[in-house]
């Protein structure tokens, strides 16, 4: 099998789209976290700073989630089908809401009536909250796995099978992280009275990850053990986990000590230690079968050809510094506390 | 209803309501930056009222577009499971492009076009108007590759793992070079840039005849008559090479277009006509051996019928494709008549007091969408029974695993929101177009006023 960087080829790309997802995690993860947030804040002036701070960024954060998903497609077509007909409800409603999302930024804006605003405001809020934890809930389901067949088809009933307790965990968890990303975000946007109310809502948003984070890890080592496997049988794998708590310990204390840019880079590196962590318990499976173990699928059986692999290699490799030369490019030219003027949402 | 037309439906449907704006996007992208361009170039201020105005138009077509547009690829895995593990490893580096190198870039930029203005310098803000512009073109390549693949595969091999059969890559530049590849994209491009030049047409023809911001409205309206009229005309010569290809390529899909059912005989042309498929007859307004002497230069050389093929390959809906491509062709041949009246009633100094063609330019806006629209479904229908022609039917790309009732209940969803979105993209779109091009001002008069307002207050 060709190799690269000692890699084969599977095992690059399984990197590069975790790389891609961890990124779309980051990006988005901060403004579905503040969208989540948009209802706590009462005034219509700090509803719109809210939305300004996020205005010129997010729709080129979903691009990220377009190219992972792309990169899904087209790495692992096996895995996409799979995963995507498996779970057809979670993923068309994920849909719905992030239309009603972008619809509510962009529409919100265009009239002054108190009741039209009000409404793009709860419809905003609700589906920025529902992404988020409908993403979880796709990753729990993924982390526990799905009745895979030997046909790698899904072979599940019901509507409803996806809300399970674990994938609800997980769900709830990774709303909680966003939450707590998004108010630091925020508060590295705001001043003022805004400021001030930020800061006790992102002490609410840290409580409620560390109590849901613990719950979800107590669940995962008691009933998923599959997901442990790894790091029984290689211990030095334990530093991802010891990595991924103390960066979330280290969150609040420079939250106290007003180090936004610092703890923004923190619950940043969260998302990433946790994303290594799933893709650790992971590798080399991709998605697990309850119905047999050798149903499972894998970055092997679920690979494009390395013919394939190696051209979208190539691909990702001149594309992916253009893309970081604009995205600074962007965010430098929006950096600081956010200014309203004529051309605001 | 079962999965597959229920499948088909809501594919259609998705697609047919995401593809109101992109076109909208990249035609009104191209006259943006000839907008602006030509304020840099001359400083003249009506250029930038104008650039800013279509500006804030472009934002609102972009956004439903963008929000419109991941469905399809989520709807890959989702509805066409089957289909997505056939294409994964060609259409995959496709879309993969289309992500990192197009979308990234119009994405990225959009934040300094609609919000940048105040903070960027004037030629930095072009350069973004640029980016997005050329963000939006290189995405129609992608996306028009990725779907010429399924028309005209190339650069592949089939390739048999056991559980299943899959098409893999062998050649990139063959897969994007494919046979009509490059047919359809400019055919694309030519039709997003008509949709494009028509609407600002028609909202400037609009001021013009309710007398309001008369003239910028004139500027504006002959910039985008320019461009409409290149590309209408182009757009025609666009066609005609298509239409060879598809001769060549996929003779079935030319044979449903013109009702042609004989094996090998002489096809006519219709200028219009209806299909009876039981009969294999078409009644109707004809060029007697139009379509040989359109392929051949040679009214009386045998073009391949329908019946050349076996009957599970020919597209079922003859008579629906047959009536969606005439619609189209008779809407291009329209659209050149009225741009070229256009242009020549502009050389006598006539276009700008004679309401009524105002008017037809008012109203012609719906035009280039109706064929824009009609083009797609006669070429995905008449690719039928096929979804990679030749290798993969339709009705094997399902999902396995989904049921009647998961689609049933995402097809009314989507029907539901995409009603709302709808009906709200023409309420702000409307608001937008009433407001008019001054931000604060709601019209010229008393902007005139103002300003000298603030001239003898000054003094």
Same mark, same amino acid.
């Given at each position: 099998?060709?190799?690269?960087?000692?890699?084969?080829?599977?095992?690059?790309?399984?990197?590069?789209?975790?790389?891609?997802?961890?990124?779309?995690?980051?990006?988005?993860?901060?403004?579905?976290?503040?969208?989540?947030?948009?209802?706590?804040?009462?005034?219509?002036?700090?509803?719109?700073?809210?939305?300004?701070?996020?205005?010129?960024?997010?729709?080129?954060?979903?691009?990220?989630?377009?190219?992972?998903?792309?990169?899904?497609?087209?790495?692992?077509?096996?895995?996409?089908?799979?995963?995507?007909?498996?779970?057809?409800?979670?993923?068309?409603?994920?849909?719905?809401?992030?239309?009603?999302?972008?619809?509510?930024?962009?529409?919100?804006?265009?009239?002054?009536?108190?009741?039209?605003?009000?409404?793009?405001?709860?419809?905003?809020?609700?589906?920025?909250?529902?992404?988020?934890?409908?993403?979880?809930?796709?990753?729990?389901?993924?982390?526990?796995?799905?009745?895979?067949?030997?046909?790698?088809?899904?072979?599940?009933?019901?509507?409803?099978?996806?809300?399970?307790?674990?994938?609800?965990?997980?769900?709830?968890?990774?709303?909680?992280?966003?939450?707590?990303?998004?108010?630091?975000?925020?508060?590295?946007?705001?001043?003022?009275?805004?400021?001030?109310?930020?800061?006790?809502?992102?002490?609410?948003?840290?409580?409620?990850?560390?109590?849901?984070?613990?719950?979800?890890?107590?669940?995962?080592?008691?009933?998923?053990?599959?997901?442990?496997?790894?790091?029984?049988?290689?211990?030095?794998?334990?530093?991802?986990?010891?990595?991924?708590?103390?960066?979330?310990?280290?969150?609040?204390?420079?939250?106290?000590?007003?180090?936004?840019?610092?703890?923004?880079?923190?619950?940043?590196?969260?998302?990433?230690?946790?994303?290594?962590?799933?893709?650790?318990?992971?590798?080399?499976?991709?998605?697990?079968?309850?119905?047999?173990?050798?149903?499972?699928?894998?970055?092997?059986?679920?690979?494009?050809?390395?013919?394939?692999?190696?051209?979208?290699?190539?691909?990702?490799?001149?594309?992916?510094?253009?893309?970081?030369?604009?995205?600074?490019?962007?965010?430098?030219?929006?950096?600081?506390?956010?200014?309203?003027?004529?051309?605001?949402? | 209803?079962?999965?597959?037309?229920?499948?088909?439906?809501?594919?259609?449907?998705?697609?047919?309501?995401?593809?109101?704006?992109?076109?909208?996007?990249?035609?009104?992208?191209?006259?943006?930056?000839?907008?602006?361009?030509?304020?840099?170039?001359?400083?003249?201020?009506?250029?930038?009222?104008?650039?800013?105005?279509?500006?804030?138009?472009?934002?609102?077509?972009?956004?439903?577009? $963008?929000? @419109? +547009? %991941?469905?399809?690829?989520? !709807?890959?895995?989702?509805? &066409? /499971?089957?289909?997505?593990?056939?294409?994964?490893?060609?259409?995959?580096?496709?879309?993969?492009?289309?992500?990192?190198?197009?979308?990234?870039?119009?994405?990225?930029?959009?934040?300094?076009?609609?919000?940048?203005?105040?903070?960027?310098?004037?030629?930095?803000?072009?350069?973004?108007?640029?980016?997005?512009?050329?963000?939006?073109?290189?995405?129609?390549?992608?996306?028009?590759?990725?779907?010429?693949?399924?028309?005209?595969?190339?650069?592949?091999?089939? $390739?048999? @793992? +056991? %559980?299943?059969?899959?098409? !893999?890559?062998?050649?990139? &530049? /063959?897969?994007?070079?494919?046979?009509?590849?490059?047919?359809?994209?400019?055919?694309?491009?030519?039709?997003?840039?008509?949709?494009?030049?028509?609407?600002?047409?028609?909202?400037?023809?609009?001021?013009?005849?309710?007398?309001?911001?008369?003239?910028?409205?004139?500027?504006?309206?002959?910039?985008?008559?320019?461009?409409?009229?290149?590309?209408?005309?182009?757009?025609?010569?666009?066609?005609?090479?298509?239409?060879?290809?598809?001769?060549?390529?996929?003779?079935?899909?030319?044979?449903?277009?013109?009702?042609?059912?004989?094996?090998?005989?002489? /096809?006519?042309?219709?200028?219009?006509?209806?299909?009876?498929?039981?009969?294999?007859?078409?009644?109707?307004?004809?060029?007697?051996?139009?379509?040989?002497?359109?392929?051949?230069?040679?009214?009386?050389?045998?073009?391949?019928?329908?019946?050349?093929?076996?009957?599970?390959?020919?597209?079922?809906?003859?008579?629906?494709?047959?009536?969606?491509?005439?619609?189209?062709?008779?809407?291009?041949?329209?659209?050149?008549?009225?741009?070229?009246?256009?242009?020549?009633?502009?050389?006598?100094?006539?276009?700008?007091?004679?309401?009524?063609?105002?008017?037809?330019?008012?109203?012609?806006?719906?035009?280039?969408?109706?064929?824009?629209?009609?083009?797609?479904?006669?070429?995905?229908?008449?690719?039928?029974?096929?979804?990679?022609?030749?290798?993969?039917?339709?009705?094997?790309?399902?999902?396995?695993?989904?049921?009647?009732?998961?689609?049933?209940?995402?097809?009314?969803?989507?029907?539901?929101?995409?009603?709302?979105?709808?009906?709200?993209?023409?309420?702000?779109?409307?608001?937008?177009?009433?407001?008019?091009?001054?931000?604060?001002?709601?019209?010229?008069?008393?902007?005139?006023?103002?300003?000298?307002?603030?001239?003898?207050?000054?003094?």
């Amino acid at each position: 099998m060709e190799k690269f960087l000692g890699f084969d080829y599977p095992t690059l790309w399984f990197l590069v789209i975790g790389g891609l997802f961890t990124g779309y995690a980051i990006l988005d993860g901060f403004d579905f976290g503040a969208g989540a947030w948009h209802l706590f804040f009462k005034k219509e002036r700090n509803r719109r700073i809210a939305l300004n701070a996020i205005g010129p960024v997010w729709d080129g954060n979903e691009v990220w989630l377009v190219i992972g998903g792309g990169a899904l497609f087209a790495g692992f077509p096996v895995m996409y089908a799979s995963l995507f007909s498996a779970m057809y409800i979670p993923f068309i409603l994920f849909l719905v809401f992030i239309i009603f999302r972008a619809v509510s930024i962009e529409f919100r804006s265009k009239e002054e009536m108190n009741w039209w605003r009000k409404m793009w405001d709860i419809s905003y809020s609700i589906s920025s909250t529902m992404l988020a934890f409908l993403l979880g809930v796709v990753l729990g389901n993924v982390l526990q796995g799905i009745s895979i067949g030997e046909d790698f088809q899904y072979h599940g009933d019901g509507f409803f099978e996806f809300l399970n307790p674990y994938a609800l965990m997980v769900g709830i968890t990774t709303l909680a992280l966003f939450m707590t990303h998004g108010a630091i975000y925020l508060l590295m946007k705001t001043e003022g009275r805004m400021y001030e109310k930020l800061t006790a809502l992102l002490r609410n948003g840290m409580i409620f990850f560390i109590v849901s984070f613990s719950i979800t890890t107590l669940y995962t080592l008691l009933y998923i053990p599959h997901l442990s496997d790894t790091f029984k049988s290689e211990k030095l794998y334990f530093i991802i986990p010891l990595l991924a708590f103390l960066s979330i310990a280290n969150i609040p204390r420079l939250v106290s000590k007003k180090k936004y840019r610092m703890a923004f880079i923190f619950s940043s590196l969260t998302m990433s230690f946790l994303l290594i962590l799933v893709a650790v318990e992971l590798f080399p499976t991709l998605l697990y079968s309850t119905i047999d173990p050798s149903f499972d699928i894998t970055i092997y059986n679920a690979a494009s050809s390395e013919k394939a692999l190696s051209i979208m290699l190539t691909i990702a490799a001149i594309g992916t510094p253009l893309v970081l030369i604009y995205t600074i490019f962007v965010y430098s030219t929006f950096k600081g506390k956010v200014q309203l003027d004529d051309t605001s949402y | 209803m079962d999965v597959e037309i229920l499948s088909r439906i809501q594919f259609a449907f998705t697609i047919a309501f995401h593809y109101i704006y992109p076109p909208l996007s990249i035609g009104l992208g191209l006259l943006m930056v000839i907008m602006e361009s030509q304020y840099i170039r001359t400083g003249k201020k009506e250029y930038e009222t104008l650039a800013k105005f279509w500006t804030k138009i472009f934002g609102l077509t972009f956004g439903v577009g $963008v929000a @419109t +547009g %991941i469905v399809m690829e989520f !709807e890959f895995g989702t509805n &066409w /499971a089957t289909y997505s593990r056939f294409v994964g490893d060609v259409f995959g580096s496709a879309l993969a492009a289309e992500g990192i190198f197009a979308f990234a870039l119009e994405s990225g930029f959009l934040g300094i076009l609609l919000f940048g203005w105040n903070r960027v310098k004037p030629w930095v803000h072009l350069v973004s108007t640029v980016g997005v512009f050329a963000g939006s073109m290189f995405s129609a390549i992608w996306i028009v590759v990725a779907n010429s693949w399924q028309q005209t595969p190339a650069g592949y091999h089939i $390739v048999s @793992t +056991g %559980i299943e059969t899959r098409a !893999e890559i062998t050649d990139f &530049w /063959a897969m994007v070079f494919n046979p009509s590849s490059m047919d359809r994209l400019m055919h694309v491009w030519f039709g997003a840039f008509i949709a494009g030049a028509f609407l600002v047409m028609s909202v400037h023809a609009y001021y013009l005849l309710t007398n309001r911001h008369v003239e910028i409205s004139k500027k504006a309206f002959k910039l985008a008559l320019v461009v409409a009229t290149v590309f209408s005309i182009g757009q025609l010569v666009s066609g005609h090479h298509s239409a060879n290809g598809v001769a060549e390529n996929q003779p079935a899909k030319l044979a449903a277009f013109e009702g042609h059912f004989e094996a090998e005989a002489p /096809a006519d042309m219709y200028i219009l006509g209806w299909v009876d498929k039981e009969e294999q007859k078409v009644t109707g307004l004809k060029m007697k051996g139009g379509l040989s002497f359109l392929l051949h230069y040679d009214f009386d050389t045998p073009v391949t019928g329908l019946n050349a093929f076996p009957e599970d390959e020919r597209p079922p809906a003859v008579n629906a494709v047959f009536q969606f491509y005439h619609i189209m062709v008779t809407i291009g041949m329209l659209l050149i008549a009225l741009t070229l009246l256009g242009c020549f009633m502009w050389w006598r100094g006539k276009l700008f007091n004679r309401p009524w063609i105002l008017w037809i330019f008012t109203i012609a806006v719906l035009l280039p969408q109706i064929s824009n629209q009609l083009g797609w479904f006669a070429a995905e229908m008449g690719r039928q029974p096929w979804v990679v022609y030749g290798l993969l039917r339709t009705t094997d790309a399902l999902s396995v695993s989904v049921s009647e009732n998961q689609v049933l209940f995402s097809l009314i969803l989507f029907f539901v929101i995409y009603s709302i979105l709808f009906l709200l993209f023409l309420y702000l779109l409307d608001k937008k177009i009433r407001h008019g091009p001054y931000s604060e001002i709601p019209d010229e008069g008393r902007s005139l006023q103002s300003d000298m307002a603030d001239v003898v207050s000054r003094k």
